[in-house]
């Protein structure tokens, strides 16, 4: 490994993995496991497994998995070098600078501080002479100048070069300003500043570094370039995963969050004194963002547009959330207003009301259902209630849909029972769907392995007895006797099992101890948990000597027909030498 494996071991150590996920998940004693809710991804059933015994995690629901630095880098949004750093740090370590190759790490450190002086950069800029424009702009918009410092608000200069030549004089490469994502470069090979004459809202993560940027055109700007200009993925930034304002949210959102559409309305409900306020950064609301707020709180209030992309926004976050165990709520805004505008013309005790009377999701979907629809005309009534009935048969609440169902019948004159065996159908065709893909997911597991080893599909006898191998000597490496000198690593047939056994087999004939974490910085985070699945695979513990001969003879004849699958390229005195394998290898297999 890069970091020398004695310190790994020890770091590892020095910080129990019970101790170290207890803070984020609430774990139950299990037999010799622990079990708990996911933290990466929203569910009321516990499937999150915690086994002390090896010093890892493994989801069954959601297919991740790995060690205390795993989970670290996963829940503190770091990478592996960036969470073995930091749990050394705690736990009094000092990992020697000539240990590992850090030139990843030190790129990620400059681009942080590229973005930390860029931030300063537009804000110095703002708040001069030369930068009123943009000043004059947000104070417009209702902004006071505490608000705009406390968020680090700036403007970007009508210019092409100007954050360039500021950056250079600082001492910083321009390759490092791409790789930050502040410039960019032609296809001539000249570079310019990504961002220019825009309003600039600089992105904070939780552990208060600056890690992207969005700039908002000015109104006067008639270029087709859109509203938000975002930085891209970086490699300490992805915009899926974070959201702007939830540096500060999280230490206001005990109750709830507000999730709103854009930045100019977080940093106004934030100086109205709603300081628990986010929003998603030029994407759409996802499972990553979903799995962030459900780890600081157990409320979400969806306060996005009244227009039809509001609506849509709200039926996709609705979606993702419904499985997280948040409870949804939503904000019907009169008059198509965004929560900037309505807070600008009514004050921030209207919003309050508003918040405090935000409506579950099941009746926003009613009453935006009616919208466009003449429920005064028998036609229009019935096209009405034929979507109010599959909003309500999708609630998984007896008593909600019970409730609706009466408050329907009662408004438009319908019976209930009428009502109620409509949902019912509906019910039945939904569980009638739901039924084929748990059959689908029993017949092909949840995690499966051929998306990290697409060559399961060509190969899935050998790539499942491969797996077994795997399996048996992670659980028994006093077993590698067996496969020593009968199963060398060229024998494995799918290249992504090869290159796990080969480290293995490597390992184990230099009678070194295996140990998970060797794996973490050499997989990523989907092949790790991978591993980690089958490090814990419980099916193999009765008789995993019978079960690891088997494999090695299922490999071997593997091997065979494969070889034999290529005979007519062979010459004949190739093919008459695999002939002879085959028979060897046959004869060593009974014995």
């Known amino acids: ?33 622990l079990v708990g809710l996911c933290p990466f991804h929203g569910e009321k059933t516990p499937s999150f497994t915690v086994y002390p015994e090896n010093g890892s995690f493994y989801c069954f629901g959601c297919g991740v998995g790995g060690d205390v630095f795993t989970f670290t880098k996963l829940i503190e949004n770091l990478d592996y070098i960036e969470a073995i750093k930091l749990l050394a740090e705690k736990s009094g370590i000092a990992i020697p600078e000539n240990g590992y190759d850090d030139s990843y790490s030190k790129l990620k450190e400059r681009i942080y ?10 804000h110095e800029y703002l708040m001069s002479p030369d930068g009123k424009w943009a000043l004059d702009y947000l104070v417009d918009r209702g902004l006071s100048v505490s608000t705009i410092k406390h968020f680090g608000l700036g403007a970007a200069p009508n210019s092409w070069d100007s954050l360039i030549n500021h950056l250079k004089s600082k001492g910083f490469s321009v390759d490092d300003m791409v790789s930050a994502n502040v410039v960019g470069k032609t296809s001539r090979g000249t570079y310019y500043d990504r961002f220019k004459r825009r309003i600039m809202f600089p992105v904070i993560n939780i552990r208060g570094k600056v890690i992207a940027f969005s ?8 270029s087709d ?7 891209s993925d970086t490699p300490v930034y992805k915009k899926s995963e974070n959201l702007f304002g939830m540096n500060f949210a999280k230490n206001h959102c005990d109750e709830r969050i507000i999730l709103v559409e854009g930045n100019m309305d977080v940093v106004s409900l934030h100086q109205a004194g709603f300081q628990n306020a986010v929003a998603a950064l030029g994407t759409s609301f996802t499972t990553e963002q979903a799995n962030m707020i459900f780890r600081y709180t157990k409320e979400i209030v969806l306060a996005l547009d009244a227009d039809a992309a509001g609506q849509k926004a709200v039926k996709r976050a609705g979606e993702i959330l419904k499985n997280t165990g948040i409870e949804v709520r939503v904000i019907v805004i009169p008059d198509g207003k965004d929560p900037d505008e309505y807070i600008k013309k009514n004050g921030k005790d209207r919003f309050d009301a508003l918040l405090n009377g935000a409506v579950s999701e099941i009746e926003y979907k009613l009453l935006t259902a009616v919208k466009d629809v003449d429920v005064e005309s028998d036609d229009g009534k019935v096209q009405y209630l034929n979507k109010a009935v599959e909003i309500i048969a999708n609630e998984k609440d007896i008593i909600t849909r019970d409730l609706y169902l009466s408050r329907l019948s009662d408004k438009y004159g319908v019976s209930k029972n009428a009502l109620k065996t409509r949902v019912d159908e509906i019910m039945k065709k939904n569980e009638r769907t739901v039924k084929k893909k748990e059959i689908s997911e029993i017949i092909r597991p949840k995690f499966d392995s051929s998306d990290i080893n697409p060559e399961r599909f060509k190969y899935p006898t050998a790539a499942a007895a491969e797996e077994l191998v795997i399996t048996i000597l992670l659980q028994h490496p006093d077993f590698f006797l067996q496969v020593k000198e009968d199963l060398p690593p060229e024998k494995f047939i799918t290249v992504f099992n ?11 004939y ?13 997989l990523d985070t989907k092949e790790f948990s991978f591993l980690v699945s089958l490090a814990n695979n419980e099916k193999v513990r009765k008789s995993p000597l019978i079960v690891l001969k088997d494999s090695i003879s299922v490999i071997l004849a593997e091997n065979d027909r494969k070889n034999m699958s290529d005979v007519s390229s062979l010459s004949n005195e190739d093919w008459a030498a695999n002939i002879q394998k085959m028979i060897e290898n046959k004869q060593k297999g009974k014995q």
């Open 113 to 122: 501080e590229i973005n930390r002086e860029t931030a300063r950069f537009y």
């Open 510 to 522: 230099g009678d070194n101890d295996i140990n998970l974490s060797y794996f973490g910085e050499l």
């Open 215 to 222: 700039g908002r055109k000015m109104p006067d700007d008639t």
């Open 225 to 231: 370039t859109g509203k938000y200009v975002n930085t």
């Open 498 to 508: 090869k290159r796990i056994y080969t480290e293995i087999y490597n390992c184990l």
């Open 1 to 33: 490994m890069a970091i020398p494996e004695e310190i790994i071991n020890e770091i590892k150590y020095k910080n129990d993995i019970e101790q170290v996920i207890s803070p984020y998940v609430t774990l139950k004693r299990r037999g010799k496991n």
